[in-house]
């Protein structure tokens, strides 16, 4: 298994190019299955979580075709073309989509297309419980008849779906991917109140627009369909990965310096400009991206608590923990949104980092130095949490179990080693 290895205490100066966003990539790839058409998408990461979704769609009867960018180029991603012109199988089965639980999300596309699917239960994973009641509740609600059978979601709906006012009692991503898809190809209007408003939910709702959807509402709590007899092909670019964005902004906080985030948009994350500022980092706006910048000064404490958009989100949640594992006083670090996402807590501690949890809430207490060490990724956003620590540590730190890292973040060594990072991947 590869690890990294990263010597801190280098300044990060440079740009980066931001890849096109896992969170929007994959469920767009999942509207290819609504049509018998292609669905072009361009600015698509290279990521683990990219290849495995391909996996499943096809097994759904997509085909993919790629024009791709050379090796070893950072940054315009790659065009995949995918059509699915025929539902092939409509059963998801467990060994898919318990290792990754977007997938379950091809629930909607296939149920509206072929009036039934069967699609496994997801399972729990390593930041929570995660069950999909919302989803189902969605699904019910546009008429389809649900039933669990063998850990399996057996939905059908031999007449199409219908549409019909879905309110989410709680707000979902997923939940609001999977109903959105859904209703675009049911009969009749369908309103979706309380959605979730995260941008790759816009970016999902603008691409089935342009596969000839009806939706109002893109942006808001409240999406309106008008459902459709059937949806088109279409070309569609994906948005810029804020998470991605937010993390190096956070990485060049941590290790100090001056970086240009090629492509990032500030508009996917107004929060941060304000947490960051607060906490002594600058970030700017410019043309063509973000630039992120700090002095020598020391990095103030700052409260967050994750919301769902437009709040402070739960996938930087780790990575701002990090962060203020060098602050000058106490920061309180409060998770809303996952019951069980301080996994990196315990590795920062191996790192030298003062935190106390107290249920949802982590109090870091900052220090002025940090240590390297032999450290663990145990999920996405947990694993980059350490790079940034390390970046910023005393001398050498070993990450094992860097496959998590692969999942979300395209060229993760190579953009940093771009900006004066002493980072490698080491492999076996
Ligand atoms: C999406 O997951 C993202 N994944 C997550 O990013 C992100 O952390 C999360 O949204 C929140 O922003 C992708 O986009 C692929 P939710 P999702 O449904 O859709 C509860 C990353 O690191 N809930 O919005 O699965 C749920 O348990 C990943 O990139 C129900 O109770 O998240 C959680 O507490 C990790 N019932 C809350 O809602 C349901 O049916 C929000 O989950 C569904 C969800």
């Known amino acids: 298994m590869d690890r990294i290895r990263i010597r801190g205490g280098n300044r ?3 740009e980066i190019p931001i890849s096109g966003a ?4 994959l469920p767009l790839m999942i509207a290819s299955l609504l049509t018998d058409e292609t669905l072009t998408l361009r600015n698509v990461p290279r990521l683990a979580d990219v290849q495995l979704l391909l996996r499943i769609i096809r097994n759904h009867g997509a085909d993919m075709t790629v024009d ?21 199988d409509t059963v998801a089965p467990y060994d898919l989509v318990s290792k990754m639980r977007a997938s379950f999300w091809v629930l909607g596309p296939i149920l509206a297309r072929c009036g039934e699917a069967r699609i496994s239960l997801p399972g729990g994973c390593a930041i929570g419980t995660r069950p999909v009641d919302l989803h189902l509740m969605g699904m019910e609600k546009l008429g389809a008849k649900i039933e669990l059978d063998g850990g399996y979601v057996v939905a059908s709906a031999p007449k199409g779906l219908t549409g019909n006012r879905i309110v989410f009692p709680k707000v979902s991503v997923g939940a609001t991917h999977n109903v959105l898809m859904a209703a675009a190809l049911a009969k009749g209007e369908s309103i979706l109140e309380n959605a979730a408003r995260e941008p790759e939910v816009g970016d999902l709702a603008e691409c089935l627009q342009k596969m000839g959807a009806k939706i109002e ?9 008008q459902g459709v007899d059937r949806l088109h092909g279409a070309t569609h670019s994906v948005l810029p990965d804020r998470i991605e964005a937010g993390t190096y902004a956070m990485a060049a906080g941590m290790a100090g310096g001056d970086v240009k985030l090629v492509g990032a948009r500030g508009d996917l994350f107004d929060v941060l400009f304000g947490i960051l500022a607060q906490a002594g980092i600058e970030m700017t706006t410019e043309a063509d991206g973000l630039r992120v910048q700090r002095d020598g000064n020391g990095i103030e404490p700052v409260n967050v608590e994750t919301q769902p958009f437009p709040g402070f989100p739960t996938d930087l949640q780790a990575q701002f923990m990090a962060l203020m594992c060098k602050s000058t006083g106490t920061a309180a670090v409060r998770e809303t949104i996952f019951e069980n996402r301080f996994m990196h807590v315990q590795e920062l501690v191996r790192l030298g980092a ?13 220090v002025e130095t940090l240590r390297g060490a ?13 790079v940034i620590a390390a970046l910023a540590a005393e001398g050498e730190t070993t990450i094992s179990r860097v496959y998590h890292l692969d999942r979300g973040f395209e060229s993760l060594e190579g953009k940093l080693t771009h900006c004066g990072a002493d980072i490698e991947r080491i492999s076996g």
């Open 217 to 225: 509402g893109i942006g808001t709590s409240r999406l309106i369909v």
């Open 22 to 25: 896992k969170n929007a990539a």
């Open 12 to 14: 990060l100066q440079g």
């Open 68 to 88: 791709g960018k050379r090796a070893g180029q950072l940054g315009h991603g790659e065009t995949i073309h995918l059509t699915a012109r025929q539902i092939v």
């Open 374 to 386: 032999e450290v663990m990724a145990t999920d996405l956003r947990a694993s980059v949490s350490l």
């Open 354 to 366: 003062e935190i106390t949890l107290n249920g949802d809430t982590a109090l870091v207490h900052g």
